[in-house]
Structures are given as C-alpha cells and as structure tokens.
C-alpha cells in the first residue's frame, strides 16, 4: 500500500473524446509525474508537477495536459482520443528519492 | 527503443537465487531504481541505490553497481513464488529530478 491513489480504475473510450485521470498523492508529498505504460513496455514518463507548476516534460504532444491542486492531488488530461493512448497510466509522488505508484488507471480507446 | 536495457525473461526454482542485470545510459545518474509489478498491479518500489555507492543489501534483496560498465543487477536469495513478477530497472537521468527512465522489464517466473 503506498497510499497513492488513483481513479478510475478502468475505462473505455472511442477515439476523438477526451478523458482525465485522477491521482490523490501520499500524504506530505509535493510532487506528482504520470507515466504511460503500453502492453509489454516499460512506463515512459509523460510529466511532472511541482508544487502546482509543471516541471518536466516527456515526448508527449500538448493534447496530454495537467494540472496539480494545492492539496498536491493531480489530473492528467487527454484530449482527441487515439487508439495508441490504450495503456495503464500511472502516477507516482514523491518528496524525496523514493517515488511511489498507485495502481494506475487502465484506459482503452476504440 | 528502450535506452535502458534488461534482459527479457528469466526462470528460477523457488529456493534458488535470481539475479536480474541491467544496463543504463548515463552514466552521470544519481539514483538507480528496482521495481516490481505483479499482473494488472502498479509499481512496487524495492530498492535503490545511490551512484556512488557499489552495493546495498536489504533482507532477500542485493543491488550491485558497476558505474564503469553502468551495470545494475539485483539479486534475490531463497527466491519464493511470490516472487514472479516482472521487475523493473530505472534511472533518473542528470539534472531530470523524477523523470525515472526505465527499462522494458524482466518477467522472472519461479518454479516449484
């Protein structure tokens, strides 16, 4: 248990819609990065959020967006639906070397 | 492709020791990660290790590091079948605080 949180646990959607993902972070953690994991991959790191403010950026077009809140909780956000955006999304927090994950949110786009 | 690299697949008896290798990129990363995920399940944190540092032991767990070579590997002693899994290597490039790069993952599978 890491007490990362995330929401929903599964979803379905048809390309073109949009979708946010939610993410609550343990307790006293300032940061929040989100990771797109595709079936057989590894997690490729999408970004981050410090403090309210992004602070890092993967290879991802600016259709995947996101915001932090001041309780630290976060959303990403992805907008114009492709099929390849089919994958477990994860979000970790942290606040010192240790990132933790929650269970994720598994998307698929029709 | 991946720029963190792990061999695929490994097989163990349950009892046996596994050691899991990896090989990553920069040799300037400061932190270098183990992780695991069980089917349908996020990332479990296991270890980690600090650059300048060769070796940390954690009850089953060893990490070894050779920054020379940039080669991590993670053994785990008296390997049980909880322990399959597919295990996760990554780093954290220079001055890329939370960006953790990770490898494609090594599915270990332990047999009876």
């Known amino acids: 248990e890491t007490g990362v949180t995330q929401s929903p646990t599964h979803l379905i959607k048809t390309r073109g819609q949009q979708v946010t993902l939610r993410c609550s972070s343990q307790?006293?953690?300032?940061?929040v990065s989100w990771y797109q994991q595709a079936l057989g991959q590894g997690p490729q790191f999408i970004f981050q959020?410090?403090?309210?403010?992004?602070?890092g950026r993967g290879n991802f077009p600016p259709r995947f967006s996101g915001l932090q809140f001041p309780n630290y909780s976060s959303e990403l956000n992805v907008n114009a639906l492709e099929l390849d955006d089919s994958a477990l999304y994860l979000c970790?927090?942290?606040?010192?070397?240790?990132?933790?994950f929650g269970e994720g949110s598994r998307l698929t786009v029709l | 492709g991946e720029d963190v690299e792990q061999s695929l697949f490994l097989s163990v008896r349950e009892g046996d020791s596994s050691v899991i290798n990896c090989t990553y990129t920069d040799s300037s990363s400061t932190y270098l990660y183990w992780y695991k995920q069980e089917p349908g399940a996020g990332l479990q944190l296991l270890t980690y290790i600090f650059s300048n540092m060769d070796m940390k032991q954690d009850q089953r767990l060893t990490v070894l590091l050779n920054k020379k070579d940039k080669h991590l590997s993670l053994r785990i002693a008296d390997t049980q079948t909880g322990d399959s899994a597919i295990y996760f290597c990554a780093e954290i490039p220079t001055d890329s605080w939370g960006k953790l790069q990770f490898g494609a993952g090594t599915q270990v599978v332990v047999t009876p």
């Open positions: 970790a927090s942290s606040s010192d070397r240790e990132l933790f």
């Open positions: 959020y410090y403090r309210e403010e992004e602070n």
């Open positions: 307790s006293g953690h300032n940061t």
